[in-house]
């Protein structure tokens, strides 16, 4: 049997790389990947060509223009501008070169700001987005539906996964404009390194937050990209037809901050500061769909973060800002 020839558009970045690492030990699959010079993924006739030219069997959509708040609210045109090419410009030239299976990977931002918890899949269009992160999330609603437009005009198998907050090696530990589990690593490490009496961690601490491992997240998209057409069809309707993928659990800041002093060995003492915003009181994905499908997580908080915080250790050089 020849390999199963697989494109993984954005494998540099934390899904991409989590993607490849799960995908390369697969002796049926041949891992094909462009770097952003190699191959410009806003470019038509570009993504076209290549289309054409390398004969692939199946892709997994985890190229997406990513940041903080503060970037989507500083670049909104750029956000939902290149996200909606890229997913464009893959999913039509996949489908004109007669790829039958593709992954798009969304986000847990595409549902409404006030959705109910645990957000299940059917809250999708039901409200107001999260206004800082409209355009994102409209170019991730739009993938969603390309991918099933595609499927109802042209009996395509395009499917999408929603994670909820991932986290993992590779992640973005940026002082500025990282996220909350790479935010507290680094904070707790380098209070450790100072030999700080305190660190104090924005907000209340009762904010209610759920995290995935990003080789979970991997496992999960190899997982619902292989599902049997007739089993994936008995979970979802072709309208709505996106996966949710986190770990059903969440825990609140505060639990979480102490998991990562606990994991970095900060001894210190953990202050919060409830002037700075809250932000939600909880978000949480109902992960009932993707269970009926046969997966769940396995990674658990403590684990995933030690993973983490050894990649961190291991690539500290690199986080000079």
């Known amino acids: 049997m020849s390999k199963q020839r697989v494109f993984i558009a954005g494998h540099k970045g934390m899904v991409g790389s989590a993607l490849m690492r799960r995908l390369e030990v697969d002796e049926n699959v041949e ?61 039509h030239a996949a489908h004109m070169a007669g790829v039958q299976d593709l992954l798009f990977l969304g986000s847990s931002c595409i549902y ?8 299940k899949e059917e809250a999708l269009l039901t409200g107001t987005l999260e206004p800082t992160n409209e355009p994102y999330a409209i170019a991730k609603i739009a993938g969603i539906k390309l991918c099933e437009s595609y499927n109802r005009q042209h009996d395509r198998n395009y499917r999408s996964v929603m994670p909820t907050n991932l986290y993992g090696p590779n992640d973005n530990f940026h002082l500025e404009n990282s996220h909350v589990i790479p935010a507290l690593i680094r904070r707790f490490h380098e209070a450790s390194q100072r030999g700080d009496s305190q660190v104090v961690v924005w907000g209340s601490g009762t904010p209610m937050r759920e995290f995935l491992h990003v080789d979970d997240m991997a496992a999960a998209s190899v997982h619902v990209m292989n599902v049997q057409d007739e089993h994936y069809a008995v979970h979802t309707s072709p309208m709505l037809s996106h ?62 973060l030690q993973d983490a915080y050894r990649w961190f250790l291991n690539n500290q050089h690199h986080f000079r800002h």
């Open 112 to 119: 409404p700001k006030m959705a109910q918890q645990p957000m």
């Open 243 to 304: 996966i949710n993928v986190g770990t059903g659990e969440d825990c609140t800041i505060r639990e979480l901050a102490e998991t990562v002093r606990r994991v970095t060995g900060f001894e210190g003492e953990l202050i919060f500061d409830d002037s700075k915003p809250d932000g939600a009181p909880r978000k949480l994905l109902d992960v009932s769909r993707l269970i009926a499908l046969g997966w769940k997580a396995n990674i658990n908080l403590e684990d995933g």
């Open 31 to 91: 891992l094909i990947t462009r770097s952003r010079t190699e191959l410009n993924l806003l470019n038509q006739a570009a993504v076209q060509t290549f289309f054409k030219q390398e004969k692939i069997d199946q892709v997994y959509l985890a190229a997406a223009k990513v940041g903080g708040i503060h970037a989507n609210n500083t670049y909104p045109a750029e956000f939902i501008y290149e996200n909606l090419m890229i997913e464009a410009n893959i999913i």
